[in-house]
């Protein structure tokens, strides 16, 4: 991180600077200045395309202080900070932009940063930042589906119906703009359906939303005779709304209804997951507690439970109803269940009863994910000896993800620093770097190795390569704590 911090701390020094000089905004540019600009601006996309990223906002930091009112290398340098999730930074860059008055390119930064928000689950900046791209282009449908994505979030289905009229061209937004102003109708059938009336679905671009599609109009079928049922009908089509990824929609539309349901545990069950899905655990584990006490032998229910104990912190409630569920599962589900309940126990330090669990999964048959999460286990508890075993019963296939790929070496490297066998590291990470494809986790590990042989100057350049060529947070917290060591 230290070389991609030095060149933004430049970025904003000196285009900051550029916003208060008269002869930048407002000379004519030479030809030879704007060669030399596109020039950089080429430049900077291809080293952004080679994953040098600090070299890459270098050149469009050059590109800035020759013209200083063009939007490419303030976009470029938006994309890459929007990459590496420094996205306060790249809201500064968007707001230069914005003052040099290049308001359709600032518009669509915030909107691409809005994105990122939104994406991690940060509601509050997803609004802010959208609210911001609008304010430049009123137009921009990006920023207009954020807003109605996030207020219907909320519940707050008033809000959301503000911004969905969009003039787009993009069948995507187009149509999930459709689609969330049919959520917007509750549980009134016909309006829900003279909302959806006009979708087409005939592209596999929208192969999601097609799904949500899908969900809706199927319910809307099936519960079309029943309109008089207001609890059935409510239930069916808040399984929907959650589906969809909108709990509060489900909850708002439950919730209400909670005391008439009686021995309806199909509607219990429902707001139990709302409630767990929009984040609201106690409320989840109460509802669900109801509902296993109308139907005890419904595996799914215990299922759910168990993840609202989870994400309360109640440990061993949620082990208890894991296990409950895994008892009264299918064949079919057990392994799935089994599986989440590994990473609970794994998480929560109690590796005895997760390594019980892998042994209950191994007598059904071996499989790779198997194999790694004995070596993710025994690693933890540094049982080296057991990690060796484990990884004795791979190898590196064509079948493996390039995610397991990657496991299994990572795991084979902590062994072999775990032992303190430098020349097995050495011959691993030769192996490890032949894979296709740039991998953060390989310059760690160089970084680590050549910490143990004590050439410090080698390990930080490629600590520092871990950390740039990272984009998905990976290995920067680990790469940090060794360049903080050394």
Not at 66 to 75: F, G, N
Not at 84 to 104: C, R, V, Y
Not at 239 to 255: E, H, M, R
């Amino acid at each position: 991180m230290a070389k991609i911090k030095t060149v933004i701390m430049s970025i904003m020094a000196i285009v900051i600077v550029t916003l208060s000089s008269a002869l930048l905004s407002g000379c004519t540019k030479s030809e030879q200045t704007v060669e030399k600009y596109d020039t950089l601006i080429s430049s900077a996309q291809s080293q952004y395309d080679a994953k040098q990223y600090a070299d890459s906002l270098k050149l469009y930091l050059d590109a800035t202080s020759q013209i200083s009112d063009r939007p490419e290398a303030y976009l470029g340098i938006v994309k890459i900070l929007i990459d590496k999730n420094l996205l306060q930074k790249a809201e500064e860059i968007a707001d230069i932009a914005s003052n040099k008055g290049l308001n359709t390119e600032s518009s669509q930064m915030y909107a691409d940063i809005s994105k990122s928000y939104f994406s991690q689950g940060s509601n509050e900046q997803t609004i802010n930042l959208a609210s911001k791209s609008l304010k430049n282009n009123s137009e921009n449908d990006d920023a207009k589906i954020l807003l109605a994505r996030s207020y219907m979030l909320q519940g707050d289905t008033q809000k959301a119906k503000d911004y969905l009229d969009v003039s787009t061209t993009d069948k995507n937004i187009w149509f999930e703009a459709r689609l969330l102003d049919s959520y917007t109708k509750g549980i009134n059938l016909s309006d829900i359906a003279e909302a959806i009336s006009s979708v087409t679905v005939d592209s596999t671009d929208v192969s999601k939303l097609q799904t949500q599609y899908n969900n809706l109009t199927q319910t809307l079928d099936r519960v079309k005779n029943y309109q008089e049922d207001n609890l059935f009908v409510s239930t069916a089509i808040s399984g929907v709304y959650i589906n969809a990824g909108y709990p509060k929609l489900a909850v708002d539309i439950l919730q209400p209804l909670r005391d008439s349901m009686g021995e309806y545990w199909d509607g219990l069950f429902f707001l139990g997951k709302a409630y767990l899905d929009y984040g609201d655990y106690n409320k989840a584990i109460d509802v669900l507690n109801e509902a296993t006490s109308l139907n005890p032998s419904s595996d799914e229910l215990y299922l759910h439970l168990a993840r609202a104990y989870y994400m309360s912190d109640q440990t061993e409630s949620a082990i208890q109803n894991y296990e409950k569920a895994i008892s009264l599962a299918s064949e079919d589900l057990k392994l799935s269940y089994r599986k989440e309940l590994f990473d609970a126990l794994y998480t929560a330090n109690q590796g005895t009863k997760a390594i019980s669990v892998l042994d209950s999964i191994a007598q059904t048959g071996d499989s790779v994910w198997l194999k790694l999460s004995y070596c993710k286990q025994y690693l933890k508890d540094k049982n080296y000896q057991k990690l060796k075993d484990n990884l004795d019963g791979l190898t590196v296939q064509t079948s493996m993800t390039d995610e397991e790929k990657s496991q299994y070496y990572n795991y084979y490297l902590e062994y072999a620093f775990g032992i303190n066998n430098i020349d097995l590291a050495q011959s691993l990470l030769e192996s490890y770097a032949s894979l296709d494809g740039p991998k953060p986790w390989v310059q760690y590990y160089y970084g680590k190795y050549y910490l143990a042989k004590g050439d410090t100057q080698t390990a930080t350049t490629y600590l520092e390569d871990a950390i740039e060529f990272d984009l998905q947070g990976e290995v920067t917290d680990n790469a940090n704590k060794l360049l903080a060591i050394n």
